[in-house]
């Protein structure tokens, strides 16, 4: 399937790893220049060496911690006009509501939560005086299906959920916003926390993959990737104000 992508620019944040870099790939591979935000100032140099010698796209790298309203602000006059946003950068820690400390909500909170909104706020009034621009929000498949044991997550994804669709069925003509929420994904924070749990029950970290799902099993980055970057070309014109669950049906068995 054609998806006349070529020659448009994107930022992927979180572009790194995981799914963030996934994107940043397929994207690549469909001919769209990239520009990549992360924290991780070596990460952001293996990516961008990575991507520059994969892919015959131009590749920008930016260091900046989205928490912070003016690293925000900073990455988006730098980038300036852009036809693609990937909001991807956030990761909230598991916990109950009694475990949770104040301090871990409000991090993960201003990263993942407020770093989506603020971005969107930011980018997206360019995106409608020119007529054109997609925003693709990766959120969570705990938005739909919340757990105890995840509560900061579960309510941070449905707060995005909703924001996806008010400003995505709102959004001037031409101008698309809209979410993906990825169920369990073999990611390398995925793994990290299999580790420690094999660690926890088994005093054996090596044991990771034994708590993966059978059925269904796990997604790859490349699944969510390869949904996302249907969604910013043509081919998705009609889609916007509403988010997309890709878990293999877990969700709902």
């Not at 900061?152 to 959920?161: F, I, Q, S, V």
């Not at 995925?190 to 269904?216: C, G, K, Q, Y």
Request: glycine share 10%; with cysteine.
């Amino acid at each position: 399937m054609e998806l006349d992508l070529v020659g448009r620019r994107a930022l992927v944040t979180g572009g790194t790893r995981g799914i963030g870099l996934a994107c940043a790939q397929a994207l690549a591979d469909e001919g769209v220049d990239l520009a990549i935000a992360g924290r991780d100032v070596q990460a952001l140099k293996a990516a961008t060496k990575e991507l520059r010698s994969k892919f015959r796209v131009e590749v920008t790298s930016h260091s900046c911690d989205l928490s912070r309203p003016d690293h925000q602000k900073a990455l988006a006059d730098v980038i300036g006009d852009v036809d693609i946003v990937i909001n991807n950068a956030g990761a909230i820690p598991r916990g109950s509501l009694e475990s949770l400390q104040d301090e871990e909500w409000r991090s993960a909170w201003d990263l993942k939560l407020f770093g989506y909104i603020n971005l969107c706020r930011l980018i997206l009034p360019a995106m409608e005086r020119r007529g054109s621009g997609v925003i693709v929000n990766v959120i969570g498949s705990a938005a739909i299906h919340p757990t105890g044991a995840y509560v900061a997550g579960a309510t941070a994804n449905a707060a995005l959920d909703a924001f996806t669709r008010a400003v995505g069925s709102s959004a001037a003509p031409g101008v698309r916003v809209v979410g993906v929420h990825p169920g369990l994904t073999l990611t390398d924070r995925l793994e990290t926390l299999l580790r420690s749990d094999a660690a926890e029950r088994w005093a054996n970290e090596e044991r990771w993959e034994d708590l993966l799902p059978v059925e269904p099993p796990p997604a790859h980055p490349e699944d969510v990737a390869d949904l996302v970057v249907f969604l910013v070309s043509e081919r998705a014109r009609h889609i916007t104000g509403t988010s997309i669950l890709i878990d293999g049906g877990a969700t709902h068995r």
